[in-house]
């Protein structure tokens, strides 16, 4: 891409694509975000544990908090049971750490909820995807600009209409599909040149980008999609580096995390763990 070409690109995108892989957000990563981190690390410690066990516990966010890390933990025991020993001693190192009523009274709520669950059966829990998904019966939207439409829901109705055309039911081939119609030359090239007048109408750049934030759109979830990594290592290491090179050098003013997070990908496939620290969502008030 030309210096020009990538300076009108950057005048025409609405706004840099979602950031989601170790996004560190205003509040930063929940208590649920830290242990995942030693989890991925291989560092998990009763003391290490017990202070994001705490921080759970005295936050004015607990009810939100507590349930998640929850999750975390019993998901991490029930791989391994023989690590519950270490989760209960880090729950009793946390007690002496408690300095208010409401703290105790939250972390012993916590502990008996994490054996009353690992008592029952696995509860049934849908991955959070972050996949383009329009509303059942939208239809495709049009991508250009609308009186009284948002720039947030134009951004989102153009990724929407590139979702359309994208492969279904294989995520790899989506992927795939997504990346290849970024690099797209011209019109003609992009999507099978199957746009018809919306691409000279929108603007190659504009659709470009839309196809690339649908690619990257599975990478918003919170990682427990079966499948994930294979999704992205299925488009290959030659095509994802030409299209993690294109956003880095042909857009160098905008952040990409999800583009650093595939480059490790490439680089060494990731664990279960470390997917789950990557994207697991930041604290919000």
């Not at 017990?50 to 516990?57: M, T």
């Not at 009274?105 to 008592?119: H, K, N, P, Q, T």
Request: charged letters at 25%; glycine letters at 8%.
């Amino acid at each position: 891409m030309t210096r020009p070409l990538a300076a009108a690109a950057l005048l025409l995108l609405l706004a840099s694509p979602p950031v989601a892989a170790g996004q560190a957000g205003p509040f930063g990563p929940t208590p649920a975000g830290k242990a995942l981190v030693l989890m991925a690390d291989e560092s998990v410690s009763a003391e290490a544990l017990a202070p994001v066990i705490l921080e759970a516990a005295s936050k004015r966010w607990t009810y939100r908090l507590f349930p998640r890390l929850l999750d975390v933990l019993e998901e991490w025991v029930r791989e391994e049971p023989a690590r519950l020993p270490l989760v209960l001693d880090a729950f009793g190192q946390t007690a002496v750490l408690v300095r208010s009523e409401a703290a105790a009274e939250a972390l012993v709520d916590a502990g008996a909820e994490l054996r009353r669950r690992l008592a029952a059966p696995p509860a049934r829990r849908t991955p959070r995807e972050g996949w383009v998904r329009p509303q059942p019966g939208d239809g495709v939207p049009v991508p250009w600009a609308v009186e009284g439409v948002s720039r947030r829901e134009l951004r989102e109705r153009r990724r929407a209409y590139v979702d359309a055309r994208l492969p279904r039911g294989d995520r790899g081939a989506y992927v795939k599909a997504a990346f290849e119609a970024f690099l797209a030359p011209s019109c003609a090239a992009y999507l099978g040149g199957e746009t018809g007048e919306v691409c000279p109408a929108v603007g190659l750049v504009v659709l470009r980008w839309a196809a690339l934030e649908a690619g990257l759109a599975g990478l918003s979830g919170d990682g427990t999609e079966p499948g994930l990594v294979d999704a992205y290592l299925a488009a290959g290491p030659d095509l994802t580096t030409r299209v993690l090179d294109e956003v880095a050098y042909g857009f160098p003013s905008v952040t990409c995390e999800e583009c650093v997070l595939l480059r490790s990908w490439l680089r060494k496939r990731p664990t279960r763990w470390q997917v789950r620290a990557a994207l697991e969502p930041t604290l919000e008030p």
